[in-house]
Antibody
Framework: EVQLLDSGGGSAQPGGSLRLSCAASGFTFNSHAMSWVRQAPGKGLEWVSGISGSGGGTYYADSVKGRFTISRDNSKNTLFLQMDSLRAEDTAVYYC??????????????WGKGTTVTVSS | EIVMTQSPATLSVSPGERATLSCRASQSVTSNLVWYQQKRGQAPRLLIYGASTRATGIPARFSGSGSGTAFTLTISSLQSEDFAVYFCLQYNNWPHTFGQGTKLEIK
């Protein structure tokens, strides 16, 4: 069974940092691109970032470019999202999601349960 | 960026009846569209990919149709567990963009 376990959320002040992790199991991790998607309170879903299966290609929404860094450790089947220069508008539930194929451009087929990030002074 | 517009925002339907949800794209996304179901406090669950193909384990009462800019998710006979929020997502263009969701509630 495919499982994704997101963690690392919490509270941070504006300008602060957090690092999210996503432990994956039940599939060949390095054969699949991965994504992060967020959902602000009472709002819809927003794709945040994606990474290819090898980790060689990374992609970001304009809203987080230059502040967030996606990475992966294929030896540990783990996905990361380093979030720096946090803003109040980054407050959301963050989901890691498995992409259907190795192509980061493909759709997400399995999602983690999400981890909550709150940015407030 | 492609804008995805879902309608209606809220749909009230009685159990056993049919529900039809709409998703429109601001420009063609060919058939690169998926539908997700999200229940309160849970992660989204993939229902339909490629606009019309049911994901593994999804009951036959869920069907998707459309291509280009207009898409429909139909639930043929609503069960109690189907009352949730439904999102569409286009993955034809970067960045991927979601519709704002349709809340399906019990009438």
């Amino acid at each position: 069974e495919v499982q994704l376990l997101d963690s690392g959320g919490g509270s941070a002040q504006p300008g602060g940092s957090l690092r999210l992790s996503c432990a994956a199991s039940g599939f060949t991790f390095n054969s699949h691109a991965m994504s992060w998607v967020r959902q602000a309170p009472g709002k819809g879903l927003e794709w945040v970032s994606g990474i290819s299966g090898s980790g060689g290609g990374t992609y970001y929404a304009d809203s987080v470019k230059g502040r967030f860094t996606i990475s992966r450790d294929n030896s540990k089947n783990t996905l990361f999202l380093q979030m720096d220069s946090l803003r109040a508008e980054d407050t959301a539930v963050y989901y890691c999601a498995k992409v259907h194929s190795s192509d980061w451009y493909d759709y997400m087929d399995v999602w983690g349960k999400g981890t909550t990030v709150t940015v407030s002074s | 960026e492609i804008v995805m517009t879902q309608s209606p925002a809220t749909l009230s339907v009685s159990p056993g009846e049919r529900a039809t949800l709409s998703c429109r794209a601001s420009q063609s996304v060919t058939s690169n569209l998926v539908w997700y179901q999200q229940k309160r406090g849970q992660a989204p669950r993939l229902l339909i990919y490629g606009a019309s193909t049911r994901a593994t384990g999804i009951p036959a009462r869920f069907s998707g149709s459309g291509s280009g800019t207009a898409f429909t998710l139909t639930i043929s006979s609503l069960q109690s567990e189907d009352f949730a929020v439904y999102f569409c997502l286009q993955y034809n263009n970067w960045p991927h963009t979601f519709g704002q969701g349709t809340k399906l509630e019990i009438k």
